[in-house]
């Protein structure tokens, strides 16, 4: 119990006061001179030096009395912690809240997370139920409201890392809305997570039952140093007839602190070509590696970085195939200068994905390989002649 005007009490010390001046106060004696007593009545007198309380009961009453006044004066309240400490012997609704989020990646922060929640599942009691559930962006909820342990724990065992950002505020209102569902007396929400500062917006309208405890477990590091891998840029160009593909990466260093690390091209499962890269404190920089010839489609390629304490964010994949020039025959007028196409044969020329292999032909210079090789037939004003139209049609 706390008080809101706690001087108010000082005045208990005042209620000692009427009984210590009854304890200590004598008669007066007043002393008249007489000359002869004989003609005095004798009236039986009784003489004390001190009075004494002969009613003890009465007196306490009246003295509790002046202590609730005082009391009520000094505005007693009780804490909400201590409420809850009378009612903690209740069985207890517990909603074990566990961050999945890209972050929780770094370094063993999920290991400990789950240890987290795991402990927390070996310290329901008797009449405890649980609610499993996980979150980043949204909030899934895994297991609802069970006192079966083994089960508990089995839907944590199954609990995987997801690609998403944190977002506390899903996850806090679906924890409010199994509480209040539940008619237990004593309601707990166990926040397992690192904290990532973006999680929390403070507009997120949360609202947890009356009385409802809120647990937060970090498993946070103070210092987080690490270094990402930047998207990677990839350019073709034909060099003696063959085509070859130039990738440019990068990396950003996220610590206070500058780093030399590796970085590697990756072709077909094979590295090819390593690169060092000095990084200094939240700095970048980024490197060009040799052209190579993908040797057929779809080759499978990947940007490494060296092994640090999140390596999910080490590693940039992609795939390419070789360039399949479209071959384009462009039909004219027999007796039209090559000038009647110029424009057009040179804007496909222009093109890089995919690029074009143009042929110009005259009407009559289209024979039936030209046109069973060629992807397109372009009829620049000409006439369709019959035998053009079913050479066409094959």
Excluded at 32 to 57: D, E, G, H, K, T
Excluded at 315 to 321: A, D, G, I, P, Q
Aim: glycine share 8%; proline share 6%.
């Amino acid at each position: 119990m706390s008080f809101l005007t706690p001087l108010f009490l000082l005045g208990l010390a005042g209620i000692a006061v009427p009984v210590i001046i009854h304890l200590i106060q004598k008669e007066r004696k007043n002393v008249v001179a007489f000359p002869s007593l004989m003609f005095l009545r004798r009236i039986p007198y009784q003489s004390v030096n001190r009075r004494r309380i002969r009613n003890w009961p009465l007196l306490l009453l009246r003295l509790a009395a002046l202590a609730l006044l005082v009391t009520a004066f000094a505005r007693p309240f009780l804490r909400r912690d201590a409420l809850g400490a009378a009612a903690a012997g209740g069985a207890r609704e517990v909603v074990i809240l566990l961050d999945r989020s890209y972050s929780l990646g770094y370094a063993d922060r999920w290991q400990r997370a789950t240890d987290a929640a795991r402990r927390a599942i070996d310290g329901l009691g008797a009449g405890d139920r649980a609610t499993v559930a996980l979150f980043d962006t949204g909030a899934e909820v895994v297991l609802r409201s069970t006192s079966d342990k083994g089960r508990l724990g089995a839907a944590l065992a199954g609990a995987e890392l997801s690609a998403a950002a944190t977002k506390f505020g899903p996850a806090l209102k679906l924890a409010g809305s199994i509480l209040a569902e539940s008619a237990l007396p004593n309601k707990e929400v166990v926040l397992i997570s690192d904290f990532q500062r973006l999680g929390w917006l403070g507009a997120e309208g949360v609202r947890l039952p009356d009385g409802a405890k809120v647990t937060p477990v970090s498993v946070a590091e103070p210092v987080t140093p690490n270094v990402a891998i930047t998207p990677a840029v990839l350019q073709r160009a034909v060099v003696s007839g063959q085509e070859r593909i130039t990738i440019t990466a990068g990396a950003l260093n996220r610590g206070a602190a500058s780093v030399d690390v590796p970085l590697s091209l990756e072709v077909d499962g094979r590295v090819i070509e390593t690169c060092p890269l000095k990084l200094e404190a939240n700095g970048s920089s980024s490197t060009t590696f040799g052209a190579f010839a993908p040797t057929a489609r779809f080759t499978r390629g990947s940007v490494r970085l060296g092994d640090d304490r999140l390596a999910r964010d080490n590693v940039f994949h992609f795939v390419v195939s070789p360039s399949q020039r479209v071959k384009v025959i462009i039909v004219e007028r027999p007796a039209a200068s090559r000038a009647a196409s110029l424009y057009l044969a040179q804007a496909l020329a222009l093109s890089e994905s995919p690029s074009f292999d143009v042929v110009q032909r005259p009407m009559g210079g289209v024979s039936p390989e030209d046109i069973a090789t060629a992807a397109v037939v372009m009829l620049n004003d000409v006439p369709v002649s019959k035998t053009m139209a079913e050479q066409l049609s094959r």
